[in-house]
């Protein structure tokens, strides 16, 4: 079956940039799909962030799309999410996910266990 | 932005007890809504999309109902595993998505 892992540091200074990489297997990006990034702040409810196509076209939150870049490598399977200038209020634990095969379905089905990042100097 | 409101908070229920979660969006959102249950320290899993479909190996006392602004996830006969948290999503203004802020359900 699909599963989903992310990796990438559990710490990100602030004002620095954030990296992480959601690895896939059991299903080949290639193949379809959008693949999403997600990221729940503690106690709260989650929060989209973007997401991407194996051609490497990408949707992003409004409210993000300026620090936001996420890219695909399909020979790795595997995408990455880049957030910018972060602060504390970034401080999550960040999910990757399969998203959607078309836009009219565009729910989130399987995410990854999700990987904390603090943001702290 | 749609803003997706999630009543009660918190639900308490005996195990066997009918649970009924309420989702209410800012404006109509047709169908397309979803529905996770997450557990302490794990990631949120998919129970219902489409406002009442199952997702693959959800258990039939979980169901989804409604359209619109106004939405329903019931548990007809809540197991130990059922108490979590649940969140609803929209997805009716692509590619833009938005969770509410979820309600847990626990053991009275």
């Known amino acids: 079956q699909v599963q989903l892992q992310e990796s990438g540091p559990g710490l990100v200074k602030p004002s620095e940039t954030l990296s992480l990489t959601c690895s896939v297997s059991?299903?080949?990006?290639?193949?379809?799909?959008?693949w999403g990034w997600i990221r729940q702040p503690p106690g709260k409810g989650p929060e989209w962030i973007g997401s991407?196509?194996?051609?490497?076209?990408?949707y992003y939150n409004p409210s993000l799309k300026s620090r936001v870049t996420i890219s695909v490598d399909t020979s790795k399977n595997q995408f990455s999410l880049n957030l910018n200038s972060v602060i504390a209020g970034d401080t999550a634990v960040y999910y990757c996910?399969?998203?959607?095969?078309?836009?009219?379905?565009?729910?989130?089905?399987?995410w990854g266990q999700g990987t904390l990042v603090t943001v702290s100097s | 932005e749609i803003v997706m409101t999630q009543s009660p908070a918190t639900l308490s229920v005996s195990p066997g007890e009918r649970a009924t979660l309420s989702c209410r969006a800012s404006?109509?959102?047709?169908?397309?809504l979803a529905w996770y249950q997450q557990k302490p320290g794990q990631a949120p899993r998919l129970l219902i999309y489409?406002?009442?479909a199952r997702a693959t190996g959800i258990p039939a006392r979980f169901s989804g109902s409604g359209s619109g602004t106004e939405f329903t996830l019931t548990i007809s006969s809540p197991q130990s595993e059922d108490f979590a948290v649940y969140y609803c999503?929209?997805?009716?203004?692509?590619?833009?998505?938005?969770f509410g802020q979820g309600t847990k359900l626990e053991i009275k």
């Open positions: 489409g406002a009442s």
């Open positions: 404006q109509s959102v047709s169908s397309n």
């Open positions: 991407v196509y194996h051609s490497g076209s990408t």
């Open positions: 059991g299903y080949s990006i290639s193949s379809g799909y959008y």
């Open positions: 996910a399969r998203a959607a095969i078309a836009a009219a379905y565009n729910w989130f089905d399987p």
């Open positions: 999503q929209q997805y009716n203004n692509w590619p833009m998505c938005s």
